[in-house]
């Protein structure tokens, strides 16, 4: 490789490192358009090519470069850590009763449902939530469903119906949470000593600015309803569109 090759060589790498420092950090500063957070959610990605360049760097004795890029590579680390390693995770006692819990989003347009089915019945999970549940999902899940003694659904046509199906005794109300009447579901559970608040819910996709709007007011609306209501524990469930590196799911957290 000839003098010229190896700079342009240099240059191409240099270049790659400025975009992925751009994409992991910008995000986190600019989240409130939507397809600047939409960059947020590749944390992970970023870390493995900026490690990659990382490497090349030091082959290069780069130390300047090598610094620069080490700023990026503790911010994507400092976000991503959080999700893989919980320091504040307590061990459970064996005695401990469990309630499982399971949430899929059935996929309106999927025609999979033996999948689907046999995913149910080998968790065979205490709570299950379904989302876009259209009639023809309503209809092919009856026969593994009919072991849930307490369900409430709304079904749909577009990719917004939604179902709890539960095992235990609870109570189950239909909440909406968006302007556009998306149905969100809440599940109470009260037990000697306990009690679960939970909801079941399925926001826009941020898709252009408007829906990724509506997807954080109605993240926000649901904070605000659990802020207010202060029930002893809260689970929120469903395919809420964004990942665990969004700015605007931090806040919503």
């Known amino acids: 490789m000839n003098s010229k090759s190896r700079s342009l060589l240099k240059a191409l790498f240099k270049i790659m490192a400025l975009v992925l420092l751009a994409l992991s950090f910008v995000p986190y500063f600019l989240y409130q358009i939507w397809w600047i957070d939409i960059f947020s959610n590749f944390q992970v990605q970023y870390l493995v090519l900026m490690l990659l360049l ?38 459970k006692h ?13 996929l309106s347009s999927n025609k999979d449902v033996a999948a689907v089915a046999e995913f149910i019945k080998e968790k065979n999970p205490d709570i299950l939530m379904l989302v876009e ?7 092919d899940l009856v026969e593994v469903l009919r072991t849930y003694d307490y369900q409430l659904k709304e079904v749909r046509e577009d990719n ?25 579901i809440l599940l109470s559970y009260k037990a000697e000593g306990t ?11 941020p898709v252009g600015q408007q829906q990724f709007e509506q997807r954080n007011r109605q993240l926000q609306k649901i904070a605000a309803f659990l802020t207010t209501e202060k029930p002893q524990n809260a ?10 590196f969004s700015r605007n799911f931090k806040n919503f957290k």
């Open 235 to 244: 689970v929120v469930i469903g395919d809420l569109n964004t990942s665990s």
């Open 195 to 205: 009690s679960l608040s939970l909801i079941a819910t399925h926001p826009f996709p």
């Open 133 to 139: 549940l259209t009639p023809r999902w309503d209809q």
């Open 160 to 184: 917004f119906g939604i179902g709890v199906w539960s095992k235990i005794p609870v109570e189950l109300d239909i909440l909406y949470f968006s302007k556009y009447q998306l149905p969100s």
């Open 94 to 106: 064996e005695t401990e009763e469990l309630i499982s819990i399971a949430s899929i989003n059935v």
């Open 54 to 91: 990382l490497l090349i760097f030091a082959v290069q004795k780069n130390m300047k470069w090598i610094l620069f890029l080490s700023v990026g590579i503790i911010f994507s680390a400092y976000q991503i850590y959080p999700f893989y390693v919980n320091a504040s995770a307590e061990a």
